[in-house]
């Protein structure tokens, strides 16, 4: 299966020369999420979310989510997402295993979409509804599923996905609306994108894969490739973690929440 990257509008990537030869080690999913300096500075909480999860042997699942910077408390969208979208793959991979990448975006956007209103609709009066949403269920959000088979990552809204070869940055595909999943709880908003598939790779095939919030959008495509590389010879699964951390306070180059999860292999660096 040849690589695909679809969906929302990109910047500009790196691109580097893919291997020939198929990745060996043991596959492995670690995370991390830091506050950005600006939302220290202005006392707010972190407003990403993620979720690392491990279904069944061979199942790695993990997603995360940036809640809207005007939202009141987008984060607790944000983490409800995250959690709803991995115990459901995890739940429903049986059954999907054969499904059509876009597919299961479909059928995860609705169920999705199913549970914020049922959370949402007591909560709230018809005419206080879209305040509600603005206030706690608007965010961006990103899914991997990796099985034996293929490694998929599903998107939506501003984010960042990179393998050992290349980066690339999801864009809103328009200028003044950002893309929420929960726009489409809204009906007087007409024609709102849809979570879809962004990339899709046999597993065998995949030696380094991160995917991460747009507050890693301040680090240069070098810098990206460079700590994929880099976290290959990490054995410690808090690395990633701590690498954001030095990113944040140390060195002072994220200003705004970032969070991250990496797919690799044990037992040194990825193929090139």
Not at 222 to 243: C, F, G, H, V
């Amino acid at each position: 299966m040849t690589s695909i990257w679809v969906g929302m509008t990109l910047s500009a990537a790196k691109t580097l020369d893919r291997p020939e030869a198929a990745p060996n080690g043991a596959l492995r999913l670690r995370g991390g999420s830091v506050v950005g300096r600006r939302h220290l500075l202005e006392q707010r909480n972190c407003q990403d979310a993620l979720v690392l999860g491990r279904g069944s042997p061979g199942l790695f699942v993990a997603a995360l989510a940036d809640g809207c910077s005007e939202g009141r408390a987008s984060e607790v969208g944000a983490q409800l997402a995250t959690r709803f979208a991995v115990r459901w793959i995890e739940r429903s991979w049986r059954a999907l295993r054969q499904t059509a990448s876009e597919e299961i975006a479909r059928l995860l956007e609705r169920a999705l979409l199913s549970y914020l209103e049922a959370v949402l609709e007591p909560l709230s009066t018809e005419e206080s509804r879209a305040l509600l949403i603005r206030d706690v269920a608007l965010f961006t959000l990103f899914v991997l599923i990796a099985d034996e088979d293929r490694t998929i990552v599903l998107g939506l809204g501003d984010g960042l996905v990179a393998d050992i070869h290349q980066v690339r940055r999801f864009l809103p595909s328009r200028p003044d609306q950002p893309d929420y999943v929960a726009y489409r709880l809204l009906p007087n908003l007409a024609g709102p994108a849809r979570l879809s598939a962004v990339y899709e790779e046999s597993t065998d095939r995949v030696s380094g894969l991160l995917v991460a919030t747009d507050g890693l959008f301040s680090l240069s495509d070098a810098r990206i490739l460079t700590l994929i590389r880099q976290q290959a010879s990490a054995s410690n699964p808090l690395a990633l973690e701590r690498q954001l951390r030095v990113f944040a306070h140390r060195k002072r180059r994220l200003q705004d929440d970032a969070t991250a999860f990496l797919l690799d292999r044990e037992g040194g660096s990825p193929c090139v």
